[in-house]
């Protein structure tokens, strides 16, 4: 109840599963609806399924029990209730859809599942929802679960908790005296409570040591201690990619103007996920492997890819030496538009176990310093949130978050074995004088070739064992 009766305009909760925090998303939104005449009130989570899934019951239910006298639109997920007031259930999963929550006034934005969000969160909320709260001096709530890794946006924003909460969220304080942007620019006002706590649940301690005797954990687990504590334990094996930011972040590419670099172009195709483009360049038979990221943008049409791939393309015509496309999913007629377009494309090999091995090689390149990736980039960002299902049979990534960058270099790595040493770390290029390099191989040329005619001319000698 302290989280919901808390007045401050920022307010975060950190907490764990099934602490009931579908609930208090519910109530704070049926309050701020009842209570403020005429007010648009939104729920945001990743996705409007998801928001459908996780709040919308809830809502109805509360609705229909207490007798609210909220109208329900199922198509559109809102209720509306008799005070003119609205409560509106939506996703906004990249930078496209944030686009669609600007123009109004907003009373209350809760924003739930936000460890789940990536880096463009900030860009939500710092450029569409906090100036659209600033006419109703409205509120913003923010609720999530602890991630995988102490760091993010959501993080950030809980590190403003007092001592004693930061000790049992297991976070850093927040030594920041004067933020000036970002989860720190706010002041928000924190709150931590789990499974433990929620009145609805009985013999919370005995169902806890069921869980941990049927998944053979003990209580440091750290995927028992985020799930069901709400303390942020990094679980380094739960990350899918092993991604280091010292050891294979990139702020600028190198100097690729030297003949003696390459590149594979790699196209992973998506619709509702993003159409990925990367180039991963090289040089042949020197460790080191730069991905750069071209292109990221959801729901495009086939024409349009198409285009994309093929302005690109002619960019990097003469560089660029091979053109892989995922054509999984619908992408085989995409992928024959490309080659109709006059785009080299090539399949990428998939099959059974493929994605797997593709993960396993890229964490090759990864570990050994040979894979660089742009730091503040969408394989950076991911890498701290991909990970494996730790509820399946096997190996199987989360369903919790998808990335498409990722396939990229999992795809184009595997045509780089024998041309690069993926092994070894990678290596700065000193340069080459272009000049200089083909003087020296016209040389060589002509040395090889007065040897040839010498020794057409001395067959006879050498014939007869004379040198």
């Not at 920022?10 to 579908?22: E, I, L, Y």
């Not at 970002?182 to 709150?191: C, D, I, N, Q, T």
């Not at 049927?214 to 985020?226: E, F």
Request: include cysteine; charge should be neutral.
């Amino acid at each position: 109840m302290a989280f919901i009766q808390d007045r401050a305009r920022w307010k975060v909760a950190c907490c764990s599963r099934r602490a009931g925090k579908t609930v208090a998303c519910a109530i704070i939104l049926l309050q701020a609806a009842l209570g403020r005449d005429a007010s648009t009130n939104l729920y945001l989570t990743l996705s409007r399924v998801s928001g459908k899934r996780i709040v919308w019951r809830q809502l109805l239910a509360l609705n229909r029990d207490y007798e609210l006298g909220g109208e329900v639109n199922r198509a559109e997920l809102t209720i509306t209730f008799p005070n003119g007031s609205v409560i509106l259930v939506a996703g906004a999963k990249d930078e496209a859809e944030i686009e669609k929550l600007r123009g109004p006034k907003y009373f209350t934005v809760v924003l739930d599942e936000a460890q789940s969000f990536k880096e463009y969160i900030q860009q939500l909320i710092d450029d569409v929802i906090v100036p659209a709260l600033m006419d109703t001096k409205g509120y913003l709530v923010m609720i999530g679960t602890p991630g995988p890794v102490r760091q993010g946006y959501f993080y950030e924003a809980v590190r403003h908790a007092s001592a004693e909460l930061r000790q049992r969220m297991n976070v850093a304080a927040n030594d920041n005296a004067e933020p000036e942007e970002g989860a720190e620019a706010l002041s928000w006002s924190v709150h931590h409570w789990t499974v433990a706590d929620n009145p609805f649940i009985d013999d919370v301690e005995d169902e806890l040591a069921a869980i941990r005797r049927r998944k053979a954990w003990t209580t440091d687990n750290p995927t028992y201690q985020r799930e069901y504590l709400g303390r942020w334990v990094t679980e380094h094996d739960a990350l899918v990619y092993k991604y280091d930011q010292e050891r294979n972040g990139y702020t600028a590419l190198p100097d690729r103007s030297g003949l003696h670099w390459f590149c594979l172009l790699v196209v992973d195709q998506g619709f509702h996920d993003a159409d990925a483009i990367a180039a991963l360049w090289f040089r042949k038979g020197k460790p080191g492997v730069w991905m750069e990221e071209l292109w990221h943008e959801r729901k495009q049409s086939a024409g349009q890819l198409v285009d994309t791939v093929k302005a690109i393309y002619a960019l990097l015509k003469g560089r660029c030496i091979r053109v892989g496309w995922d054509e999984g999913g619908g992408g085989k007629k995409v992928a024959e538009d490309a080659r109709m377009a006059g785009i080299p494309v090539e399949a990428v090999g998939k099959g059974p176990g493929s994605k797997i091995a593709g993960v396993e090689q890229t964490n090759t390149a990864l570990v050994s310093g040979c894979l660089k990736v742009p730091v503040g980039g969408h394989a950076a960002a991911d890498a701290a949130r991909v990970t494996w299902d730790p509820k399946a049979r096997g190996v199987r990534f989360s369903a919790r978050y998808h990335t498409d960058i990722w396939d990229c270099a999992n795809y184009g790595l595997r045509w780089l074995v024998g041309i690069v040493p993926l092994n070894q770390p990678a290596e700065d290029d000193p340069g080459v004088n272009e000049l200089e390099a083909w003087q020296a191989e016209r040389a060589d040329a002509a040395r090889k070739r007065l040897k040839v005619n010498q020794d057409r001319r001395n067959w006879a000698r050498r014939a007869l064992g004379g040198k």
